[in-house]
């Protein structure tokens, strides 16, 4: 029974485990620092682009205004290690609070304006935000950003910090499939499919997207936290509509509306823009480029786009049938 | 009260509010006809002052600069419509993201083509100077852009409320199934407008050279405050984009000067108050908020 | 003499909805045809295949000589097809003259030789024309409507509800409209009003899950109470 159990465990998730366990041999294979600090980027970057499809895929909410969780993370801790004398842990319960917080405001637009509105406004909020960090320079550094933050001791070294990494994004990863797999989880994806249905089913609507943005959020900040810790300095491009951009794309490269699209999208694009800036000058251009013709003619991102793939995931389940029949040219 | 800061700082205003308008109207309209975001609305506008700066530094002619930035912005605006708008079609979230990609396109592409840094772009001789009203200066070029901006909201005003072309494009915004069963070619309209649309902001960016400069962040600086702009004056509403770019310009130029850096802090509060207060914007009509 | 309009074996899918299942329809060259039916039949879907804007997956339209399925619906109003939806669709920030202009196709010269006659028929307009027509009144509203067919050269009207939310004596007044205007121009109306629809009907189809399961003469649905009552919930 027990063995038919994990049998079966590791039936479905094979891939994944290959995936982790590959990832975490790596290094003991090849040791070469410059590629685990890619990988780490990568690592966190996927964690903050899975957190932006919990709104995008899965809750249906297009936000314009992500990077404020990320740089709210990343602020935070710069902030709280300049100023306070906080624990480390006690200031990721505080982020914690402070993502939930913003998540609240969020909602309340989001019952209040849909759509293209709700993205505006997300930009504009993250926006405010970003003008704050310019403008109190006395706190934040302006322009030239906050250096020097530190990190716990045991991260020091880079062979810990990517296996931070490699778990922070794990445990994500495994959070948001639980979620999306929960009751509250199928809820999101009914508003997301038609949210008056929904209201008239007797669903608190307000309360699932309060969750679906809070965790969102959590995750998101928790991602900027760990990025600045790794890079050392925070900076407000981390909060302005660029880094929303960037995590659009990694998203949208990947495949919306899936758990796995936006860690492939993260890799890719992190990897090639590794690759394409230390060739050519104007490489955001080339990345333009593909990240047009990926929006044309992979609506459903590299991850939706193989034909094999996409009918396969199609049969997943219904969600992606919606995003398929949305995004058909 | 009314010191010759007052005046200073109004006419600065409504300059900015000018060109903010030349952006803003187009897009509302696009969106409102089309129901596209059109970031690379932006872009154009940046792309109209260098274009029309290469064009002044080669034929010394302002006015065919604005002419040769019409042209320019009205044949880009056509063709990107046909090319990469009306296939799309429907597809609204793909078209976000595929606008959004070509924005970043012309961003880079521009420092291909002309470099990063800022360029000067020298006034006509005719229009350096400034005129004196008694203590109050008040620059030639800057009322040149009030006056001229002006003269582009009567002209589109006019097209829009006497031509039938114009009254379809208002129609259209409401409802385009109507307007195709009188056997009217809305994709047609589609493209007209978008390339209208275009020009304007691409002859904003020819008038702002002389007064901002040129350099490649005026695009998505600008794409930014033209759609709060937008969204503050309702969506789809020509008056709406008037009275928000105006507004917006206003508050840029007082609030900038009393708490700089909060400039775009005013902004965004003023979106958020009228989104919460009125969400169709102040001039918007009811229920489009509630569109995906 | 063939019929002006016919709808042969039509089937219409929305998403991934059967929505019209084989409709065969004729719509003759004068007097009044109604599609009658219960609500989510499929009459407007109907008359919405026929404007091209949701088009036939299957099956044949042919108005006149042409085969207009699969035109854009731009196309199929040029041929002469006037159409007032169930809201009327009324561009509600325009004046009641722009309104009149946009429908204009064939040019304003045109439309305002035809405007004293429409003015005629339709009073109240001429003294709000340059009124938004947003303001105006439900009935005011629906006789826009039927006026901005009537400043073009068309050739066949589709009326979709015409008495639907309004109060019983505009109602009258619009059945006496689209009883005048029957005079010069065929009809395809969908009423669920029965009493209106036998008051200006001449042919009828009752449609009932996408299909066509009854015709005939208005005047006889009048001897067969059986029908009225399973398919158009009227009492007997």
Redesign the interface.
């Known amino acids: 029974m027990d063995v038919k159990k994990i049998l079966h465990f590791l039936q479905r998730n094979i891939w994944i485990i290959i995936l982790v366990g590959g990832m975490i041999l790596y290094p003991f294979v090849s040791y070469q620092p410059y590629w685990l600090s890619l990988l780490i980027t990568i690592f966190i970057f996927a964690a903050f682009a899975l957190s932006y499809d919990l709104l995008l895929g899965f809750t249906g909410l297009i936000s314009f205004g992500h990077a404020l969780f990320f740089g709210l993370g990343a602020y935070s801790i710069a902030i709280f290690s300049r100023f306070t004398e906080l624990s480390f842990g006690s200031m990721f319960i505080l982020l914690a609070v402070a993502a939930t917080a913003i998540a609240l405001i969020k909602t309340a637009f989001a019952m209040r304006v849909r759509g293209i509105y709700f993205a505006m406004i997300t930009l504009a909020l993250a926006q405010f935000f970003w003008v704050l960090v310019m403008t109190l320079s006395r706190y934040t550094g302006g322009e030239d950003g906050m250096p020097r933050v530190p990190r716990p001791v045991f991260l020091d070294d880079r062979l810990n910090y990517y296996f931070f990494a490699l778990g922070f994004l794990l445990l994500v990863y495994l959070i948001s499939r639980r979620f999306i797999n929960s009751p509250t989880g199928r809820v999101l994806i009914g508003i997301r499919e038609n949210e008056e249905r929904m209201v008239m089913l007797g669903y608190n609507v307000f309360k699932y997207k309060l969750f679906s943005l809070t965790l969102a959020g959590i995750i998101g900040s928790f991602s900027g936290a760990i990025y600045v810790m790794f890079i050392n300095i925070a900076y407000p491009a981390l909060l302005n509509i660029q880094s929303t951009i960037d995590v659009l794309m990694m998203t949208i490269v990947g495949g919306v509306g899936t758990l796995h699209g936006p860690i492939f999208g993260a890799a890719l694009v992190r990897l090639l823009s590794h690759f394409l800036s230390s060739h050519f000058r104007q490489w955001i251009i080339i990345f333009g480029i593909i990240y047009i013709l990926i929006v044309v003619f992979m609506p459903l991102g590299i991850f939706g786009g193989i034909p094999g793939f996409s009918k396969w995931l199609e049969k997943r389940g219904g969600w992606l049938k919606w995003i398929a029949?949305k995004l058909k040219p | 009260m009314f010191d010759t800061l007052f005046f200073h700082l109004l006419l600065n205003g409504l300059a900015h509010g000018m060109l903010i308008f030349l952006i803003a109207s187009g897009l509302s309209l696009i969106f409102g006809l089309m129901r596209v975001v059109n970031f690379t609305h932006g872009s154009f506008f940046m792309f109209g002052a260098y274009v029309g700066r290469s064009i002044y530094l080669a034929t010394d002619s302002f006015v065919l600069a604005i002419l040769g930035g019409l042209l320019f912005g009205f044949v880009c605006g056509g063709l990107v419509e046909r090319i990469a708008i009306r296939p799309f079609f429907g597809n609204r979230v793909q078209l976000l993201l595929l606008t959004l990609g070509m924005m970043l396109v012309m961003n880079e592409l521009v420092k291909i083509i002309w470099g990063p840094t800022i360029l000067r772009f020298p006034r006509p001789d005719y229009l350096i100077g400034s005129f004196m009203l008694g203590d109050i200066i008040l620059p030639y070029y800057r009322m040149f852009i009030v006056g001229f901006g002006l003269v582009v909201l009567v002209i589109v005003y006019l097209f829009l409320?006497k031509t039938?072309l114009g009254?379809?494009i208002?129609?259209g915004?409401?409802?385009p199934?109507?307007?195709?069963?009188?056997?009217?070619?809305?994709k047609q309209v589609f493209t007209f407008t978008f390339a209208l649309g275009v020009s304007l902001a691409s002859v904003g960016g020819v008038i702002s050279g002389p007064f901002l400069s040129v350099y490649p962040e005026i695009a998505m600086d600008n794409i930014l405050v033209a759609i709060i702009a937008v969204v503050v004056g309702g969506i789809g509403s020509f008056g709406g984009s008037v009275a928000g770019s105006l507004l917006i310009g206003l508050i840029n130029s007082f609030g900038g000067f009393y708490l700089p850096q909060a400039a775009m802090a005013f902004n965004v509060v003023l979106m958020a108050l009228v989104l919460l207060v009125r969400p169709q914007g102040l001039f918007g009509?009811g229920g489009v908020a509630g569109g995906r | 003499m063939n019929p002006l309009l016919q709808l042969n074996d039509v089937n219409t899918h929305i998403?991934d909805f059967h929505i019209l299942e084989g409709i065969s329809i004729q719509v003759p060259r004068e007097g009044v045809t109604v599609l009658l039916g219960r609500n989510g039949a499929g009459k407007t879907t109907t008359l919405r295949t026929i404007?091209g804007?949701n088009p036939p997956s299957s099956g044949e339209i042919r108005f006149d000589e042409d085969l207009i399925n699969g035109w854009?619906?731009?196309?199929i109003?040029?041929l002469g097809?006037?159409?007032v939806?169930e809201d009327r669709?009324i561009?509600?920030?325009?004046t009641v003259y722009?309104?009149l202009?946009?429908?204009?196709?064939d040019g304003?010269k045109e439309m305002d030789r035809r405007l004293e006659k429409v003015f005629e028929l339709f009073p109240d307009l001429k003294r709000a024309t340059k009124q938004q027509a947003g303001t105006l009144s439900g009935g005011q509203q629906q006789m826009l409507a039927l006026a901005?067919i009537l400043v073009?050269k068309n050739r066949l009207l589709l009326i979709d509800e015409p008495s639907s939310g309004l109060a019983p004596i505009i109602v009258d007044r619009v059945a006496e409209a689209i009883s005048e205007l029957k005079k010069e121009l065929p009809i395809l109306l969908v009423e669920q009003n029965y009493n209106m629809a036998k008051q200006i009907g001449d042919n009828y189809y009752i449609i009932d899950q996408g299909r066509c399961v009854h015709e005939g003469q208005m005047q006889d649905l009048e001897d067969k109470p059986e029908l009225k009552q399973r398919y158009l919930g009227v009492s007997v």
């Open positions: 029949q | 409320n039938r009254i379809t208002r129609a915004v409401e409802n199934e109507m307007v195709q069963s009188f056997g009217i070619n809305i009509r | 998403h404007l804007f854009a619906p731009f196309r109003g040029s097809i006037g159409y939806p669709g561009f509600s920030g325009l722009e309104n202009k946009v429908a204009a196709r304003v901005r073009s």
